[in-house]
């Protein structure tokens, strides 16, 4: 089980809006470290689409945005489109006594209805 | 651009060693602003980091994975490398190498990936 949680799948119709959790502990987000999100198209690698909690790549366009707020983040991601269907990543920085370690959520399926 | 390219065979039986190598063009590996590390992705399911590597050779692994975790970097080829040792079953996965940025903790460039199935 991953140390960040998000829900295992979101959906929506063209041009809605979606959001995206991921929640996680006081030695990660909760910490003060940084939320990351990627974009898995279906056979292909991650792509960084937000980092350092709210901030875009060149080239992502601005209908995604990401947001931290205590030890959880989002993405949200507005005027859904078809080619957002896609699996989404959280990853954040995990520091305890048990180590320390780079950490991802679980993922979440956006179907674009 | 900075391209990453993952190498290595794609059977090991269990047991014994995964290595991998990734290639790095477009970009020098030694330049001191990025560290350099391993993810890996079972079918199906998230992601898990395995380990990283700065060009001076200083390295951190996943205390999940450390036991078995060897990543080592080869600037003169513009390389760094992964082996996993006495695989299993559950290290089947696809391997991604990807640069990371120093203190900001995220990962900006990827490999496409490479499969690598344990079984004899």
């Known amino acids: 089980q991953s140390v960040l949680t998000q829900p295992p799948s979101v959906s929506g119709a063209p041009g809605q809006r979606v959001t995206i959790s991921c929640t996680g502990s006081s030695s990660n987000i909760g910490a003060g470290y940084d939320v990351h999100w990627y974009q898995q198209l279906p056979g292909t690698a991650p792509k960084l689409l937000i980092y350092?909690?709210?901030n875009r790549p060149s080239g992502v366009p601005d209908r995604f945005s990401g947001s931290k707020s205590g030890t959880s983040a989002s993405l949200a991601i507005t005027g859904l489109q078809a080619e957002d269907e896609a699996d989404y990543y959280c990853?954040?920085?995990?520091?305890?006594?048990?180590?320390?370690?780079?950490?991802f959520g679980g993922g979440t399926k956006l179907t674009v209805l | 651009q900075v391209q990453l390219q993952e190498s290595g065979p794609g059977l090991v039986k269990p047991s014994q060693t995964l290595s991998l190598t990734c290639t790095v063009s477009g970009g020098s590996i030694s330049s001191g602003s990025y560290y350099w590390s391993w993810i890996r992705q079972p079918a199906g399911k998230g992601l898990e980091w395995i380990g990283r590597?700065?060009?001076?050779?200083?390295?951190n692994y996943n205390p999940s994975l450390k036991s078995r975790v060897t990543i080592s970097v080869d600037t003169s080829k513009n390389q760094f490398s992964l082996k996993l040792s006495s695989v299993t079953a559950a290290d089947t996965a696809v391997y991604y190498c990807a640069r990371g940025q120093v203190y900001r903790y995220y990962f900006d460039y990827w490999g496409q990936g490479t499969l690598v199935t344990v079984s004899s």
């Open positions: 990853q954040s920085y995990d520091s305890s006594l048990s180590g320390s370690k780079w950490v």
């Open positions: 590597i700065y060009t001076s050779g200083s390295t």
């Open positions: 350092g909690n709210s």
